[in-house]
């Protein structure tokens, strides 16, 4: 190499390392603007939650984000005299949807404090919305676009261990717990269908053999699949029938709810079996017997379980100590003016 060639090189190296240098702090900064917020809040926020949901309350002495889910700087408190004080007040649907005599409205509102709308219930269950226009700034559902999300369950990597291992004596075909049954209602027309061409037990206050705690997954587990259908057939609406009944107790569990790409990005890969992929209940009655006949088949439903776990939210406490986790990624200044629009959107 010449000198001046070498020179070159030298110029070129030099811009080179230059230009990644430019390149890899502009991806640093990148990241950092999409770096997940942190878990911790930079002072201490107090959520007061007004009423609790169905009148079942829980203990919240002492710090219980810090205790039972390592969240710091976050207060849960239900003594409404603090009201003045909360960063952050939470409204269950359930107790407001009476009237609007159940909300503070005599109080004053301090301008820096939230308001929280909050339902785990589909669209239909909630009831006298248009009272509740213009007084909500963030929303907090199992929906995945609500300010707050809190499903009842979720799909994470990692590997799992159901409670039960399913269909272990096939003494049962398939079974459905349900405990209040309308005819009206989209399930109970393919449960009316379904049953004439296989054999379906039906557990639950509806049919009067309702099942304990502690009965429920064992009584499942010795079924092949497990009816997940939900009570509406709402956006984002999956309960606790698809996240404990059927997962937990190690069964397959035949769906209805939401639509299959909903479920399809929602639950483990390859672990149900959607109603709607079905032209007939025929059909689906036949399907299912493909698949309890045949043990590879069946084993196919439950490949996940090396690939991906499941995370349940059962208790209140661990969705209300989720508000600080999400807090400073919150919009400011936001007000639903038409909630019931946005519950039906
Ligand atoms: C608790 O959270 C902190 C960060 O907020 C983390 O460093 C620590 O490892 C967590 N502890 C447990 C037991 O998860
Ligand atoms: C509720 O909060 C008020 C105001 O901070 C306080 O005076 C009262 O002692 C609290 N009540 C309970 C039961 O903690
Ligand atoms: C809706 O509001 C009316 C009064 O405006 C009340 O009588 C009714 O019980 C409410 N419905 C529910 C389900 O809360
Ligand atoms: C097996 O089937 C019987 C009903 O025939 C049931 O009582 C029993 O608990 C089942 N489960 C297991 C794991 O044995
Ligand atoms: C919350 O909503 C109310 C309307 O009900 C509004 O007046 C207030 O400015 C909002 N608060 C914040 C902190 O955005």
Known sequence: ????GFQAFLLLLCLSSLLSLLYFSFLDQKLHQHKYHPAVPQRNLRILL??????RSYRLDGDKCLQM????????TDNTSTFATADVVVFHHHEISRGLSSLPLHLDRPASQYWVWL????PVNNANLTQLNGLFNWTMSYRRDADIAIPYGETRLGGYEPVFQGAQNHSCFVSWVVSRYWPHQGRAGIYQSLKKYIPIEVYGRWNKKPLSKKKLLSTIADCFFYLAFENSEAKDYISEKLWRNAFQAGVVPVVLGPSRATYEALAPPGSFIHVADFETTADLAAYLRHVAADRQVYEKYFQWHRTHTIKTYTDWRER???????????????VY???ESWVYS
């Open 1 to 4: 190499m010449t000198t001046s």
């Open 50 to 55: 007004w009423h609790w949901p169905f009148s």
């Open 69 to 76: 889910y390592n969240i710091s700087h976050c207060f849960l």
């Open 119 to 122: 339902s785990m219930e589909p």
């Open 320 to 334: 209300l100590c989720q508000i600080c986790v999400k807090y400073p990624t919150l919009p400011a200044q936001q």
């Open 337 to 339: 003016q038409d909630l």
